[in-house]
């Protein structure tokens, strides 16, 4: 029996494969490689090219593989993107997920993990967040997570299909020996942006606002690992297949960090000036974001391994020094940032 992960090629998706191969679990991939890269599939999956929304492609996969669950990691998940393009996050995140519950469904498979969001909150009313926290999501992605969560909802009460929402705050670091990782393009992320710029790659970094209401005006986010992610989708498989009932749970590390402490603790860790300066708000960034993940740690088991920033950080400073231009090592690879004003 073999758990399918979609979106095994992305950045969360391909960790989440590479500790289940690690546990000696049978794992089949699918990813249309529209965002993710094939090189960071690890080889002893079955991996196959396509898109979720494509039913005959899910239905050739569903029939050749004895597909036990499956961890839904597949969705475009830039919130200033879908500030401008909400169409493009409701086709293919939802389209997507209504076509993996059918085939699920088709096939009899009982069991779904899924990849959601801390954008499903909107502005929280209060810190940390609480998964029964009031869900107003404030873009079109956070959106797209919330009603997929609610999909999974109606299939559990017509067909008995049971869900895990887990929603992550803000997933960071790589693999602690840099083979895997984060690799955007554009990038839109913190901490691969401060840390190219520590490379030399980019000239500087540009810290969105300082006049958000936090202690040094600059936005709060929750940082967890994402070999600790990995683990909490494969306890959380474990945990329905042990027949507990379907939930939510966020997953952070229940500490927040400002951009600028982000900033100082990649100086210390690279030992680099690290050039900022302060620009504009980006659109749709909440103030500041920090999980209450007591319930994922006393129901899923959930132990985080990394729990401060500076080694999170250390895990991307290594694999970026290892693969400045990614996965395809294009020397002369052109790093864009996201343009929000068009
Ligand atoms: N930031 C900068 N400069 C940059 C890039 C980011 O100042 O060049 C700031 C952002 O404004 C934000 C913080 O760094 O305050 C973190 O931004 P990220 O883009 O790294 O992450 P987000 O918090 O926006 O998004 C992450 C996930 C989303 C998810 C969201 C939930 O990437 O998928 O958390 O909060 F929806």
Same mark, same amino acid.
């Given at each position: 029996?073999?758990?399918?992960?979609?979106?095994?090629?992305?950045?969360?998706?391909?960790?989440?494969?590479?500790?289940?191969?690690?546990?000696?679990?049978?794992?089949?991939?699918?990813?249309?490689?529209?965002?993710?890269?094939?090189? !960071?599939?690890? $080889?002893?999956?079955?991996?196959?090219?396509?898109?979720?929304?494509? &039913?005959?492609?899910?239905?050739?996969?569903?029939?050749?593989?004895?597909i036990?669950?499956?961890?839904?990691?597949t969705?475009?998940?830039?919130?200033?993107?879908?500030?401008?393009? $909400?169409?493009?996050?409701?086709?293919?995140?939802?389209?997507?997920?209504?076509?993996?519950?059918?085939?699920?469904?088709?096939?009899?498979?009982?069991?779904?993990?899924?990849? !959601?969001?801390?954008?499903?909150?909107?502005?929280?009313?209060?810190? *940390?967040?609480?998964?029964?926290?009031?869900?107003? *999501?404030?873009?079109?992605?956070?959106?797209?997570?919330?009603?997929?969560?609610?999909?999974?909802?109606?299939?559990?009460?017509a067909?008995?299909?049971?869900?895990? &929402?887990?929603?992550?705050?803000?997933?960071?670091?790589?693999?602690?020996?840099? !083979?895997?990782?984060?690799?955007?393009?554009?990038?839109?992320?913190?901490? $691969?942006?401060?840390?190219?710029?520590?490379?030399g790659?980019?000239?500087?970094?540009?810290?969105?606002?300082?006049?958000?209401?936090?202690?040094?005006?600059?936005?709060i986010?929750?940082?967890?690992?994402?070999?600790?992610?990995?683990?909490?989708?494969?306890?959380?498989?474990?945990?329905?297949m042990?027949?507990?009932?379907?939930?939510?749970?966020?997953?952070?590390?229940?500490?927040?960090?400002?951009n %600028?402490?982000?900033?100082? !603790?990649?100086?210390?860790?690279?030992?680099?000036?690290?050039?900022?300066?302060?620009g504009?708000?980006? $659109?749709?960034?909440?103030d500041?974001?920090?999980?209450?993940?007591?319930?994922?740690?006393?129901?899923?088991?959930?132990?985080?391994?990394?729990?401060?920033?500076?080694?999170?950080?250390?895990?991307?400073?290594?694999?970026?020094?290892?693969?400045?231009h990614?996965?395809?090592?294009?020397?002369?690879?052109?790093?864009?940032?996201?343009?929000y004003? %068009?």
């Amino acid at each position: 029996m073999a758990i399918l992960v979609a979106g095994g090629a992305g950045y969360i998706g391909s960790h989440i494969v590479d500790r289940l191969i690690e546990l000696g679990r049978d794992v089949v991939v699918i990813d249309n490689l529209s965002t993710g890269h094939r090189e !960071s599939i690890n $080889p002893k999956a079955h991996f196959y090219e396509g898109d979720n929304r494509d &039913a005959d492609f899910l239905e050739s996969v569903f029939s050749k593989e004895n597909i036990e669950g499956v961890i839904h990691t597949t969705a475009y998940s830039l919130v200033g993107e879908s500030m401008q393009k $909400p169409l493009k996050y409701f086709d293919n995140n939802l389209i997507g997920m209504v076509r993996l519950l059918e085939a699920m469904h088709d096939h009899d498979v009982k069991y779904i993990v899924f990849s !959601s969001s801390a954008a499903t909150y909107g502005i929280p009313k209060h810190i *940390p967040i609480k998964e029964s926290d009031p869900k107003e *999501p404030i873009n079109p992605y956070g959106e797209t997570k919330l009603m997929m969560e609610h999909m999974m909802k109606w299939c559990d009460e017509a067909y008995g299909m049971k869900w895990v &929402a887990l929603r992550y705050f803000n997933a960071a670091g790589a693999k602690k020996d840099g !083979s895997i990782g984060e690799d955007h393009n554009p990038e839109t992320h913190l901490i $691969p942006i401060i840390l190219q710029t520590a490379l030399g790659e980019r000239e500087k970094l540009q810290i969105y606002g300082d006049d958000y209401n936090t202690p040094d005006g600059t936005n709060i986010r929750d940082y967890v690992h994402v070999m600790d992610l990995a683990d909490a989708h494969i306890e959380a498989m474990d945990y329905l297949m042990k027949g507990n009932a379907s939930e939510a749970f966020n997953l952070g590390s229940s500490t927040g960090f400002s951009n %600028k402490q982000m900033l100082e !603790s990649a100086r210390h860790v690279t030992d680099k000036a690290i050039p900022a300066e302060i620009g504009p708000r980006r $659109p749709g960034d909440p103030d500041s974001l920090v999980a209450d993940s007591t319930n994922a740690r006393e129901k899923l088991g959930w132990q985080p391994k990394y729990d401060n920033v500076d080694d999170i950080i250390a895990t991307a400073w290594t694999w970026t020094q290892k693969h400045p231009h990614g996965f395809d090592d294009q020397k002369d690879k052109k790093l864009t940032n996201y343009d929000y004003e %068009k």
